[in-house]
T-cell receptor, first 113, second 119 residues
Framework: AQKITQTQPGMFVQEKEAVTLDCTYD???????LFWYKQPSSGEMIFLIY??????QNATEGRYSLNFQKARKSANLVISASQLGDSAMYFC??????????FGTGTRLLVSP | SAVISQKPSRDICQRGTSLTIQCQVD?????MFWYRQQPGQSLTLIAT?????????ESGFVIDKFPISRPNLTFSTLTVSNMSPEDSSIYLC????????????????FGPGTRLLVL
């Protein structure tokens, strides 16, 4: 079975600063994908970034980057130059190829002016 | 990515009644899923909506409580039956197919969600 652990229930960051949201995972499958989603207060789930287990390089997507450390089974999300609109819940998720996404408990990020 | 809409966006219902939530996609997709997010919780997969056949339910979810239809490759419905206050949640549909691949991996894209409050 797959498991995602997000140990930070809440994080605070000042505008324009960088922030790292932690995610560790547990799976016995050699092939898997790691995803990060953002959920604003409106409730929608917005896909941010993906990292494959065999990808050699860390994924980047605009201000989002993924610090993937396979040996430690961690896939931390780094948001650079935080903006007020980044305030939201952030969920890490894993997919081992059976189209089933397993989500972590989420981290609430608050960006202050 | 696909454009996904859900109806209704929110509703307040009385216990014992049923609500049907619609999910519409702007293009044909292979996979459609229904998730539940209880207040302050993470997302839990309810079922995979299969076109032309019965949905595949996850452990803890049954067809009598959450009947699902998928008449074609762009539309699905989820019914929450005989509701109780414990059913108050956000219900989200998601889709996945070859067109939603990122880095060679099918990626799920979500609809805007339906906020349900049961009194």
């Amino acid at each position: 079975a797959q498991k995602i652990t997000q140990t930070q229930p809440g994080m605070f960051v000042q505008e324009k600063e960088a922030v790292t949201l932690d995610c560790t995972y547990d799976t016995s499958d050699p092939s898997y994908g790691l995803f990060w989603y953002k959920q604003p207060s409106s409730g929608e789930m917005i896909f941010l970034i993906y990292q494959g287990s065999y990808d050699q390089q860390n994924a980047t997507e605009g201000r989002y980057s993924l610090n993937f450390q396979k040996a430690r089974k961690s896939a931390n999300l780094v948001i650079s130059a935080s903006q007020l609109g980044d305030s939201a819940m952030y969920f890490c998720a894993i997919n081992t190829g059976f189209q089933k996404l397993v989500f972590g408990t989420g981290t609430r990020l608050l960006v202050s002016p | 990515s696909a454009v996904i809409s859900q109806k209704p966006s929110r509703d307040i219902c009385q216990r014992g009644t049923s609500l049907t939530i619609q999910c519409q996609v702007d293009s044909q997709v292979t996979m459609m899923f229904w998730y539940r997010q209880q207040p302050g919780q993470s997302l839990t997969l309810i079922a995979t909506a299969n076109q032309g056949s019965e949905a595949t339910y996850e452990s803890g979810f049954v067809i009598d409580k959450f009947p699902i239809s998928r008449p074609n490759l762009t539309f699905s419905t989820l019914t929450v039956s005989n509701m109780s206050p414990e059913d108050s949640s956000i219900y989200l549909c998601s889709v996945e197919n070859d067109r939603t691949k990122v880095g060679g991996q099918e990626t799920q894209y979500f609809g805007p969600g339906t906020r349900l409050l049961v009194l």
